[in-house]
């Protein structure tokens, strides 16, 4: 899959990221760590010194960045970026707003940035939710659509025993390994939970493939590793989601509690970096395809299948 910033396009590119961030007295640590994984690991320029680059302003952005594609990544990471300062002021918010007016873009990132210092975590979920709208149909697990649409009234046992029924297949075959990934993590099943059950199975079947474990920093790397693999909407949201819960902290349910500054623990900066540059080094979308149909394949064969490499630790 195209890595989107080419070569020649780093250096501009994280010059315009850094004065995206250079508000209320500077970047905060978080943020230069994060744009230095991307730079360094993601775009592999360890070359390239953040400290020595003369930060880029929005006409500079505008006439650097021409490309379509590239104009919505520098959007894309901008977003990821201003997510990263804690708290999220104004300032911050609007520097980020004048840069994508300058390249014209806009999208729902950048609109509940604005809305979350505007108005508040409860308000910026409510537009999570209004921008997700049916994209959650294309995060769901093919076979499922239709008859799980939506989260269920109660649970449905039934669903849970034939999704449990699969450890009973070889061993590290796709399906064997979706039901240990549970049993590991002590997660109840699709079903057990009634929570949009064809979400999950296809959102844990990526985490199988990916090798993600549910860590905050695991749902953030898996988040970079749909986008880098297609920039779709659906992908955009669904990273857009891990942030809000795990970064952001205005996303949550009553089982599942929102978190700030994950980017900030030992290593996750760089195991973002890692998604992105698996993801772009993917040979097809795994993260779309009908996984209960694969779930007999040896798990290294379905990564063989869509050219998944291998992750680092």
Same mark, same amino acid.
């Given at each position: 899959?195209?890595?989107?910033?080419?070569? *020649?396009?780093?250096?501009?590119?994280?010059?315009? $990221?850094?004065?995206?961030?250079?508000?209320?007295?500077?970047?905060?640590?978080?943020?230069?760590?994060?744009?230095?994984?991307?730079?360094?690991?993601?775009?592999?320029?360890?070359? $390239?010194?953040?400290?020595?680059?003369? *930060?880029?302003?929005?006409?500079?952005?505008?006439?650097?960045?021409?490309?379509?594609?590239?104009?919505?990544?520098?959007?894309? @990471?901008?977003? #990821?970026?201003?997510?990263?300062?804690?708290?999220?002021?104004?300032?911050?918010?609007?520097?980020?707003?004048?840069?994508?007016?300058?390249?014209?873009?806009?999208?729902?990132? @950048?609109?509940?940035?604005?809305? $979350?210092?505007?108005?508040?975590?409860?308000?910026?979920?409510?537009?999570?939710?209004?921008?997700?709208?049916?994209?959650?149909?294309?995060?769901?697990?093919? /076979?499922?659509?239709?008859?799980?649409?939506? /989260?269920?009234?109660?649970?449905?046992?039934?669903?849970?025993?034939?999704?449990?029924?699969?450890?009973?297949?070889?061993?590290?075959?796709?399906?064997?390994?979706?039901?240990?990934?549970?049993?590991?993590?002590? #997660?109840?099943?699709?079903?057990?939970?009634?929570?949009?059950?064809?979400?999950?199975?296809?959102?844990?079947?990526?985490?199988?493939?990916?090798?993600?474990?549910?860590?905050?920093?695991?749902?953030?790397?898996?988040?970079?590793?749909?986008?880098?693999?297609?920039?779709?909407?659906?992908?955009?949201?669904?990273? #857009?989601?891990?942030?809000?819960?795990?970064?952001?902290?205005?996303?949550?349910?009553?089982?599942?509690?929102?978190?700030?500054?994950? #980017?900030?623990?030992?290593?996750? *900066?760089?195991?973002?970096?890692?998604?992105?540059?698996?993801?772009?080094?993917?040979?097809?979308?795994?993260?779309?395809?009908?996984?209960?149909?694969?779930?007999?394949?040896?798990?290294?064969?379905?990564?063989?299948?869509?050219?998944?490499?291998?992750? /680092?630790?």
């Amino acid at each position: 899959m195209p890595r989107v910033i080419d070569d *020649p396009m780093v250096e501009p590119v994280a010059r315009a $990221l850094l004065g995206a961030i250079e508000v209320d007295g500077g970047a905060t640590d978080e943020q230069r760590s994060v744009l230095a994984a991307i730079v360094h690991g993601y775009w592999e320029r360890p070359d $390239l010194d953040l400290d020595a680059l003369e *930060p880029l302003d929005p006409a500079g952005t505008a006439a650097a960045v021409t490309d379509v594609a590239q104009r919505a990544r520098v959007r894309e @990471l901008m977003v #990821l970026l201003e997510l990263c300062r804690h708290p999220l002021t104004q300032t911050q918010v609007d520097r980020v707003a004048t840069y994508a007016d300058a390249i014209d873009q806009s999208g729902p990132g @950048l609109a509940m940035a604005r809305t $979350l210092v505007r108005d508040g975590a409860e308000e910026a979920m409510a537009d999570y939710y209004r921008y997700l709208g049916d994209l959650g149909d294309k995060m769901s697990e093919p /076979s499922m659509r239709e008859q799980y649409p939506t /989260s269920l009234e109660e649970p449905d046992h039934e669903l849970a025993a034939r999704l449990r029924a699969m450890h009973d297949l070889p061993e590290h075959t796709l399906g064997w390994e979706y039901v240990e990934f549970y049993r590991r993590n002590g #997660l109840k099943l699709p079903g057990d939970d009634p929570s949009m059950p064809a979400v999950f199975v296809a959102h844990d079947m990526c985490h199988v493939i990916g090798g993600y474990e549910p860590t905050g920093q695991g749902e953030i790397a898996l988040g970079a590793m749909q986008l880098a693999i297609a920039d779709t909407p659906a992908h955009w949201m669904g990273f #857009l989601g891990n942030l809000a819960v795990h970064e952001a902290g205005f996303l949550g349910t009553a089982d599942l509690q929102p978190k700030t500054a994950t #980017l900030t623990r030992a290593g996750a *900066p760089e195991m973002l970096a890692e998604g992105f540059r698996r993801g772009a080094a993917c040979t097809g979308d795994f993260t779309t395809a009908d996984h209960l149909a694969m779930a007999a394949l040896p798990i290294a064969d379905v990564r063989a299948k869509y050219g998944v490499p291998p992750l /680092s630790s």
